[in-house]
């Protein structure tokens, strides 16, 4: 049980530090912009998509670099293009048109690359056992991964905090006029934090496309769950994003590795549930197969009891 345990914990703060990557992006888009960006998964698609391929030729190190660059000045294009000019119709004009980005990006990806996953692997040179959790082997591309994730959420918190970049980019958020006035392009500032934000969704692509799957439906499995971190972290918190992604993360992977029941919680207490009983069927079942409903249940009870999130302001 303690392995299980351990191991479990472990696997959820990878899986937790991931879905920080992927949110990230997303959260520092609608703290700076106001942008809820559908299209955000997507992009991380593209960011697999792209090492993938450039690995095939020049390696995976030098994908690690181009990918998400590549990802990042498509980002940016986009907001230059079509973004900039739907903006100033509003939310709703905002949100279909990133859902719109995401659908043209998915019929595009299965056009390039096709409806099969592709062979997208682990450098050889990160391809061995890092240290042993009891009997089992810890692969040194996960300690990688959480290593990038960490150090993704100290440089982009100092940047925005600490230099006077971020300082002018949170200004331009609610004083545009202001700081165009002072001598900064403000529609640049947009493009820049638009492809930054692209970019990060990009790196997680990069990092994750090789561990999990590169496939054409990577950006649904993982889309949805974006959304309900950046809303139970808070809109706008990078905080929140970080503490709601290891929460999700890890409350998921212990509900898949330990599969209990609320029947076996119940009957460890001398309370004995028959299927006689009214709602067995919900009773008896395992915790493995709630747990992709888990972060959703979470999303409705933080709307319903803390509207703005943990760490988001009230609006």
Not at 256 to 283: I, Q, R
Request: include cysteine.
């Amino acid at each position: 049980m303690a392995e299980l345990l351990s191991v479990a914990a472990l696997n959820g703060l990878v899986y937790g530090l991931l879905l920080f990557m992927l949110s990230s992006g997303m959260t520092l888009i609608f703290s700076m912009m106001g942008v809820l960006n559908f299209a955000h998964a997507s992009f991380y698609m593209l960011g697999a998509y792209f090492a993938y391929q450039i690995s095939t030729t020049i390696g995976f190190w030098p994908a690690l670099l181009i990918a998400p660059l590549a990802v990042a000045l498509l980002g940016a294009g986009i907001e230059r293009v079509g973004l900039r000019r739907v903006h100033q119709h509003g939310h709703v004009a905002e949100l279909l048109f990133t859902f719109g980005v995401a659908l043209i990006i998915q019929e595009l990806v299965q056009i390039v690359w096709g409806r099969l996953a592709k062979p997208y692997l682990v450098p050889e040179s990160l391809s061995f056992t890092a240290f042993h959790l009891f009997s089992t082997g810890v692969p040194a591309y996960r300690l990688f991964m959480m290593a990038i994730a960490v150090a993704m959420f100290v440089n982009l918190y100092l940047v925005l905090v600490r230099t006077r970049t971020g300082i002018i980019i949170q200004a331009a958020v609610t004083h545009p006029q202001m700081v165009g006035m002072l001598g900064h392009d403000v529609p640049r500032i947009y493009s820049l934090v638009f492809g930054l934000g692209c970019g990060m969704a990009g790196l997680a692509g990069v990092i994750a496309g090789n561990t999990f799957s590169t496939a054409p439906d990577m950006a649904a499995l993982l889309g949805g769950i974006v959304f309900v971190v950046v809303i139970v972290g808070g809109l706008g918190s990078l905080t929140g994003a970080l503490v709601a992604s290891l929460l999700i993360g890890v409350l998921q992977t212990f509900m898949l590795a330990t599969s209990f029941s609320a029947a076996d919680l119940l009957a460890s207490v001398g309370w004995t549930l028959g299927p006689d009983t009214p709602l067995y069927e919900l009773w008896s079942m395992k915790s493995s197969h709630a747990a992709p409903l888990l972060p959703y249940v979470l999303m409705v009870l933080m709307l319903a009891w803390r509207p703005q999130g943990l760490f988001g302001r009230r609006l």
